[in-house]
T-cell receptor, first 116, second 119 residues
Framework: AQTVTQSQPEMSVQEAETVTLSCTYD???????LFWYKQPPSRQMILVIR??????QNATENRFSVNFQKAAKSFSLKISDSQLGDAAMYFC?????????????FGEGTQLTVNP | GAGVSQSPSNKVTEKGKDVELRCDPI?????LYWYRQRLGQGLEFLIY????????KSGLPSDRFSAERTGESVSTLTIQRTQQEDSAVYLC?????????????????FGEGSRLTVL
């Protein structure tokens, strides 16, 4: 079974600074997706960024980028120029790309605080 | 609607009562998921529906929990004889199809959840 581990329960960053959230995962599969979701107090899970395992290039979405290390099974999220609106719980998630595997497996989350 | 819709948004019930939570997925999404999120914790998989295939019920914590989905439309999660440990936010999500490269992005789209409080 796949597992996802986020070793940082809480992180804080100053507004306009950069912060990196860590995520590691365990799988025996070679083809899969990795995601970072953001959950603000409204409870709505919002997709931040997505990475397909067969792509070597790290995904980037505006101020958000990932460092995907497939051999190390590591998938960290970097937030540049942090804004107050980035404050939320961030979840790392894994999903198999096989036809038979489909659920998202989540880590325990990292609570990000952005200080003005 | 354009997104995943869940109701009720909040539900307070007494221990021992039954509750039903509803999820209306995005139109055209064949896959539907239920997750449970206890306070301050991650998401715990409950059940997954894909089209007319048999659902994956492997995450249901006890036989008090059940879910139904008719075709590719609305799903209902039922909790019988509720206990205080059932208190949580129940999140529903949908996607274009269960998995596989042809599912394009693999992304799940989530509703805002139903917060259940069992007194």
């Amino acid at each position: 079974a796949q597992t996802v581990t986020q070793s940082q329960p809480e992180m804080s960053v100053q507004e306009a600074e950069t912060v990196t959230l860590s995520c590691t995962y365990d799988t025996s599969e070679s083809d899969y997706y990795l995601f970072w979701y953001k959950q603000p107090p409204s409870r709505q899970m919002i997709l931040v960024i997505r990475q397909e395992a067969y792509k070597q290039q790290n995904a980037t979405e505006n101020r958000f980028s990932v460092n995907f290390q497939k051999a190390a099974k590591s998938f960290s999220l970097k937030i540049s120029d942090s804004q107050l609106g980035d404050a939320a719980m961030y979840f790392c998630a894994y999903r198999s790309a096989k036809t038979s595997g489909s659920r998202l497996t989540f880590g325990e989350g990292t609570q990000l605080t952005v200080n003005p | 609607g354009a997104g995943v819709s869940q109701s009720p948004s909040n539900k307070v019930t007494e221990k021992g009562k039954d509750v039903e939570l509803r999820c209306d997925p995005i139109s055209g999404h064949t896959a539907l998921y239920w997750y449970r999120q206890r306070l301050g914790q991650g998401l715990e998989f409950l059940i997954y529906f894909q089209g007319n295939s048999a659902p994956d019920k492997s995450g249901l914590p006890s036989d008090r929990f059940s879910a139904e989905r008719t075709g590719e439309s609305v799903s209902t999660l039922t909790i019988q004889r509720t206990q205080q440990e059932d208190s949580a936010v129940y999140l529903c999500a949908s996607s274009l199809r269960g998995s596989g490269r042809t599912s394009s992005t693999g992304e799940l789209f989530f509703g805002e959840g139903s917060r259940l409080t069992v007194l």
